[in-house]
Nanobody
Framework: QVQLVESGGGLVQAGGSLRLSCSASGRTFSRFNMGWFRQAPGKEREFVAGVSRSGDGTYYADFAKGRFTISRDNAKNTVYLQMNSLKTEDTDVYYC?????????????????WGQGTQVKVSA
């Protein structure tokens, strides 16, 4: 089992940047594929980015390509989401998730463990 805690959210102007972090408990972090999802009130949760156990494989939603970068540091049990050129439509609660099996990165059901989320608000 793993517990996930996100941080780094906040208020930023459009065009700005934020880096989200997700710290995981336990010593098996490197066994999990990791992902970032986001959700706005009244909307379904959507995939943002995923990273493989080793960090060699990364996957992005179309809206994230070229602006967001996912990475991980297995020594620190942490996964990151660097977000650049932020837009007002990126305003959401961002969730970190862990996939112990190695399912499809963009499928929410691949992930068994979820953090509580961190709010990102982008102002015009």
């Amino acid at each position: 089992q793993v517990q996930l805690v996100e941080s780094g959210g906040g208020l930023v102007q459009a065009g700005g940047s934020l880096r989200l972090s997700c710290s995981a408990s336990g010593r098996t972090f490197s066994r999990f594929n990791m992902g970032w999802f986001r959700q706005a009130p009244g909307k379904e949760r959507e995939f943002v980015a995923g990273v493989s156990r080793s960090g060699d494989g990364t996957y992005y939603a179309d809206f994230a390509k070229g602006r967001f970068t996912i990475s991980r540091d297995n020594a620190k049990n942490t996964v990151y989401l660097q977000m650049n050129s932020l837009k007002t439509e990126d305003t959401d609660v961002y969730y970190c998730a862990a996939d112990p099996i190695g399912g499809t990165a963009y499928r929410e059901r691949s992930y068994d463990y979820w953090g509580q989320g961190t709010q990102v608000k982008v102002s015009a």
